[in-house]
């Protein structure tokens, strides 16, 4: 079976966009790969989260194998897709965007499909900010008659911008529960420890003596808490993170790498050496213009996969 999943648009480069400790896009591919998708288009744009995709693929071989990056520079569909990454086009595959996550099965849609070309709809959660939203999978076949739109069984969500990503991520964090398909892999899955109170530390972070964490909270593998600092909640903190003494951070994402400097209290942001950005994905990243209060740690490597 073969996959392609898309870049529209309006989802902005979401596939690096941290859910719980990994990028949207490794929690997809996992998905995939559990169901026995063996071809994986990925598109990409000359983007950082396309650089994000690509350096995925280069390093994690259960990913790379027979899971190919195509980069655009603007839309085309995804038959043309499958043809640049130097396959030929199956009779049918499916195709979701880069922003859709969930408890389903994609298979499910070959066992509706007698031909025709299929347009699944995957429900929000009940507990989801917005209940009713709905995802898709799409089965593409050779029939050229309109997609036939159907309800799906599981759950899916859109994560378009950092703040959904954050909210899913700290549900989880948190001690939510994910359904999913019967018989399939959890959507999200932790790689940390749980200390309690939705409290999570990565292998190789460090939480010195006198800082406080509240959850949900994820502090990610080499990561440094000194003392002093209050974290949380709702907040992740990227692998390689240094937040330093007297820092106040709630409701934010700590990007990898990102040196927090002393006494910073910040909220509802996106964090990294560049500068701030609003959670919501609206507008651009604002300079700080002082590397005492926000630089780059060096010498790790970016991913911190």
């Given at each position: 079976?073969?996959?392609?999943?898309?870049?529209k648009?309006?989802?902005?480069?979401?596939?690096?966009?941290?859910?719980?400790?990994?990028?949207?896009?490794?929690?997809?591919?996992?998905?995939?790969?559990?169901?026995?998708?063996?071809?994986?288009?990925v598109?990409?744009?000359?983007?950082?989260?396309?650089?994000?995709?690509?350096?995925?693929?280069?390093?994690?071989?259960?990913?790379?194998?027979?899971?190919?990056?195509?980069?655009?520079?603007?839309?085309?569909?995804?038959?043309?897709?499958?043809?640049?990454?130097?396959?030929?086009v199956?009779?049918?595959?499916?195709?979701?965007?880069?922003?859709t996550v969930?408890?389903?099965?994609?298979?499910?849609?070959?066992?509706?499909?007698?031909?025709?070309?299929?347009?699944?709809?995957?429900?929000?959660?009940?507990?989801?900010?917005?209940?009713d939203?709905?995802?898709?999978?799409?089965?593409?076949?050779g029939?050229?008659a309109?997609?036939?739109?159907?309800?799906?069984?599981?759950?899916?969500?859109?994560?378009?911008?950092?703040?959904?990503?954050?909210?899913?991520?700290?549900?989880?964090?948190?001690?939510?529960?994910?359904?999913?398909a019967?018989?399939?892999?959890?959507?999200?899955?932790?790689?940390?420890?749980?200390?309690?109170?939705?409290?999570?530390?990565?292998?190789?972070?460090?939480?010195?003596?006198?800082?406080?964490?509240?959850?949900?909270?994820?502090?990610?593998?080499?990561?440094?808490?000194?003392?002093?600092?209050?974290?949380?909640?709702h907040?992740?903190?990227?692998?390689?993170?240094?937040?330093e003494?007297?820092?106040?951070?709630?409701?934010a994402?700590v990007?990898p790498?990102?040196?927090?400097?002393?006494?910073?209290?910040?909220?509802?942001?996106?964090?990294?050496a560049?500068?701030?950005?609003?959670?919501?994905g609206?507008?651009?990243?604002?300079?700080?213009?002082?590397?005492?209060?926000?630089?780059?740690?060096?010498?790790?490597?970016?991913?911190?996969?």
């Amino acid at each position: 079976m073969l996959a392609v999943i898309r870049r529209k648009p309006q989802s902005r480069g979401c596939a690096a966009f941290s859910i719980a400790g990994r990028p949207l896009i490794f929690r997809q591919l996992q998905i995939l790969r559990h169901y026995g998708f063996e071809q994986i288009v990925v598109e990409t744009r000359d983007d950082g989260a396309g650089a994000v995709v690509e350096e995925l693929l280069v390093r994690h071989p259960v990913f790379s194998r027979e899971a190919r990056a195509v980069r655009t520079t603007a839309e085309i569909g995804p038959r043309a897709l499958i043809e640049a990454a130097g396959w030929s086009v199956p009779r049918t595959y499916v195709v979701f965007d880069e922003a859709t996550v969930g408890g389903a099965d994609p298979t499910w849609l070959y066992t509706l499909s007698e031909g025709d070309h299929i347009l699944g709809e995957l429900p929000a959660p009940p507990w989801w900010s917005a209940p009713d939203e709905l995802a898709e999978m799409e089965l593409v076949c050779g029939a050229t008659a309109p997609a036939v739109r159907t309800l799906l069984p599981g759950w899916g969500l859109r994560i378009d911008t950092p703040a959904a990503a954050l909210r899913l991520g700290c549900a989880v964090l948190a001690g939510l529960q994910l359904s999913a398909a019967k018989g399939g892999a959890a959507p999200v899955i932790l790689h940390a420890a749980d200390e309690g109170g939705g409290v999570w530390i990565a292998r190789g972070a460090r939480v010195e003596r006198g800082a406080t964490l509240v959850g949900p909270v994820l502090v990610g593998p080499d990561a440094v808490v000194c003392s002093g600092a209050r974290v949380g909640p709702h907040v992740e903190v990227g692998a390689g993170a240094i937040i330093e003494p007297d820092v106040e951070l709630h409701d934010a994402f700590v990007e990898p790498d990102t040196i927090v400097g002393e006494g910073l209290t910040l909220a509802y942001v996106v964090i990294s050496a560049r500068g701030l950005a609003a959670l919501s994905g609206a507008g651009e990243v604002v300079p700080l213009g002082d590397r005492l209060l926000l630089d780059a740690r060096t010498g790790r490597h970016p991913l911190g996969l």
